[in-house]
């Protein structure tokens, strides 16, 4: 026993000795109990431990955040590009490299402006921001009446009685569901596609609730997606308290009008980067297995939580296991992509290149929900898999980061799939995420130190997990 105790602590350095062990029953969704292995829970023990204590995420996210807000193609991306390479060679990662990709510009001007307009009243400031890769109004503004609909359906079933209008897409977040991120999956095509949909028909601009929970007064961004050889007309978010003003004003008075002025233009694509970081592995050094987050972010707030809290997360892993002594036996690569937030370009560049090296990826991790309270990871891949998975749910329970779900991996990682990588999603709890979520709010006092480091350290046993025993 004691030489298999020996054998089982061979990936690591120096001298090390048992923690005392808690008790720990495993209930997966078959019902089967599984006993974890001792050496690696103490390692998971060890690794929470080191984080909470000597976890260097939360500076290394004040610093990213210092540099300001981080949108694609902007100045302070290129900056961060240079701080993700300066941080991972100082951590000591044996390779540190950065990998081209195109990306575009867009520029939001200056402050956007609306207004409610009523025959005989003064006009009403509305709270608003344009949305990503809108094109600007007149130097004077537009000036329309307005019409209000539910879906993209509602939209396009009104045909021509949208031209001239602007249209007012005012679906809130279904608030019975308990996942946020289901919230928002069931809104976002309002944001994404109504705008097309809109200018398909003739209308002169396009304004959209904001993708929140809350009811406030802050306006939060995110890109629209355009669809080719239709006009690409203004689009903007309001906040959902202006969003209630406007819809209420509507149903007392149909020919309420909206005074919009937006100062936004897209300009020439730039070149940017992704940031690669790696840790050789001992026996398997062609086995990848990849951590990240994305490195851009919207310009209301500092992209702390979206996705600055991911990318220093990623690059955590790495350090985190290298400072426990930790020898990985695969490779282990942090990457902070590039123009997630504008058509996930860093992401599909990212697969191409490693499809067409051959590289074998044989798991990926991304952290893009946030730096909140850890609750596990999802994972992109049949029940059958996924409960084997479930076998390792021990390693975790100690410091409640165990819910091993199927779900989605996340975009920067997806086009990875087709290789055969297992691809995951860690997972924090989401019931404050869209408080922020491309919002000015989105700055480093929202984030809470500790909840950050149990989310690097939850990644990190789950990498050292995937890179001692290999995928299930």
């Keep these: 026993m004691k030489r298999q105790m020996m054998d089982l602590f061979s990936p690591f350095s120096g001298k090390h000795r048992l923690l005392a062990l808690p008790v720990v029953f495993l209930l997966t969704t078959a019902g089967t109990a599984q006993s974890p292995d001792p050496v690696k829970l103490d390692l998971a023990h060890r690794l929470v431990k080191e984080e909470l204590t000597k976890g260097m995420c939360f500076s290394d996210l ?8 981080r949108l694609t193609g902007s100045d302070q991306a290129q900056k961060a590009v240079a701080w993700g390479e300066a941080k991972m060679k100082a951590y000591g990662f044996d390779r540190v490299w950065l990998q081209p990709v195109t990306v575009p510009k867009w520029t939001r001007g200056k402050p956007e402006k609306a207004n409610l307009i009523q025959k005989g009243r003064k006009p009403v400031p509305l709270t608003v921001c344009a949305l990503g890769l809108s094109p600007g109004t007149p130097a004077k503004g537009l000036e329309a009446g307005v019409i209000e609909v539910q879906s993209l359906k509602e939209a396009d079933s009104l045909g021509g009685r949208l031209q001239g209008k602007i249209v007012f897409f005012n679906r809130p977040f279904d608030e019975s569901l308990i996942s946020t991120f289901a919230c928002y999956g ?32 802050i306006p939060h961004t995110g890109m629209v997606n355009y669809q080719k050889n239709l006009p690409e007309i203004p689009a903007a978010a309001l906040s959902t308290r202006s969003a209630d003003l406007l819809s209420s004003q509507l149903k007392t008075n149909p020919d309420t009008r909206v005074r919009l002025t937006l100062d936004c233009r897209n300009e020439a694509p730039v070149t940017s980067w992704n940031v690669i970081g790696e840790i050789r592995g001992t026996e ?13 972010s919207w310009d209301l707030g500092t992209g702390a939580h979206d996705d600055g809290a991911g990318c220093v997360q990623s690059i955590e892993v790495l350090r985190v296991l290298k400072s426990v002594g930790y020898k990985p036996r695969r490779t282990l690569r942090a990457v902070l992509f590039m123009s997630e937030e504008v058509g996930g370009i860093g992401g599909k560049e990212y697969g191409r290149i490693a499809e067409q090296s051959g590289e074998n990826h044989i798991a990926a991790i991304e952290s893009d929900r946030g730096g909140f309270t850890p609750r596990g990871h999802s994972i992109q891949l049949p029940d059958s898999t996924v409960k084997k998975y479930q076998d390792w749910v021990p390693y975790f329970s100690f410091f409640d980061a165990d819910k091993l779900v199927r779900g989605g991996g996340g975009v920067d990682i997806s086009p990875l799939e087709k290789t055969g990588t297992h691809l995951m999603g860690y997972t924090p709890d989401s019931q404050r995420y869209f408080d922020h979520h491309h919002a000015a709010t989105d700055v480093i006092g929202a984030v809470n130190p500790r909840e950050l480091k149990l989310g690097a350290a939850a990644m990190a046993v789950m990498v050292m997990l995937i890179d001692q025993e290999g995928r299930k």
């Design 284 to 296: 398997f050094p062609d086995e990848i297995i990849l951590t990240g987050g994305h490195l851009d």
């Design 186 to 217: 069931g809104a976002a095509d309002q944001r994404s596609a109504g705008p097309s949909i809109a200018g398909k028909h003739g209308a002169v601009a396009v304004l959209v609730r904001s993708m929140t929970n809350r009811t406030d007064d």
């Design 62 to 69: 004040e610093e990213l955040c210092r540099l300001g807000s």
